[in-house]
């Protein structure tokens, strides 16, 4: 049988022990404890089975979609942005990597701005990224059949300002789209917030609170002194953060 991903919303089942088996071995019993929902021990023969072969992107996967069932998202995170380090082309895991950043933030804003946030993120998910650009090329390719048809054509256009003014904002707007939608690489800096909730203060002395994280927000570290590491947030804000709250992407 050859290769299957397992998906977030199946199902899994293990009843052995774990121990000095073989990546082989490692994979199947994990896929069967998977999908009879016997996520504890999935999670423990996938976790193994990353140690036992860190260079496994579909390992990685695998381990993140067994956090999500077990409600722990910042792990699940973690372990989707580590399988998209090794392979930056497996769009399953940039998929629901996706949908739990978007859980995450939907946590930590108010009930009146979840619908945009979920409208905005459905539009813009990775698999979309080549349909908007197409959708783009393809209103750009309309704008340009008016300007020829209107300045070398010489023929009349009726509504031309009106068109091409129409035509423009959807090219820009399907454009701002598929850029919205690229997959984004994880970086060799970026880290994960692992604790439930901490906080991202000022200066590494940790006097003045500026914000508060919690689990799941993806940081990029830009230096590390005294157990304490300067982040930048991924909508350009900086501060420090306490090392043990955090947890590296490529660790593994």
Not at 124 to 132: A, E, G
Not at 198 to 205: A, G, H, Y
Request: glycine share 4%; proline share 4%; with cysteine.
């Amino acid at each position: 049988m050859t290769f299957c991903f397992i998906c977030i919303f199946g199902t899994m089942h293990f009843s052995s022990s774990a121990q000095q088996l073989t990546p082989e071995q490692l994979w199947d019993k994990g896929i069967t404890a998977y999908q009879t929902q016997h996520y504890q021990e999935a999670e423990t023969l996938f976790t193994q089975l990353t140690s036992a072969d860190p260079k496994s992107a579909k390992a990685q996967f695998n381990l993140g979609n067994t956090f999500f069932k077990l409600k722990d998202l910042p792990k699940a995170i973690l372990a989707y942005k580590r399988a998209l380090l090794l392979d930056p082309s497996l769009h399953e895991a940039q998929n629901n990597l996706s949908l739990c950043k978007t859980m995450v933030e939907q946590a930590l804003i108010q009930p009146d701005s979840v619908f945009f946030i979920q409208w905005w993120h459905q539009l813009t998910k990775p698999s979309l990224s080549n349909t908007w650009a197409i959708v783009a090329l393809l209103f750009f390719a309309g704008l340009l059949f008016f300007f020829v048809k209107k300045f070398i054509l010489k023929k009349h256009q009726p509504y031309f300002n009106q068109i091409t003014l129409a035509l423009c904002g959807l090219t820009c707007l399907t454009l701002l789209l598929a850029f919205s939608s690229l997959p984004k690489a994880p970086g060799l800096k970026e880290a994960v917030v692992i604790c439930e909730s901490c906080s991202l203060f000022n200066q590494p002395e940790k006097e003045s609170v500026k914000i508060p994280l919690y689990g799941g927000t993806v940081v990029e570290i830009k230096t590390i002194k005294n157990g304490v590491a300067k982040v930048e947030l991924e909508d350009g804000q900086t501060g420090f953060i306490d090392l043990q709250n955090i947890e590296r992407v490529a660790d593994k």
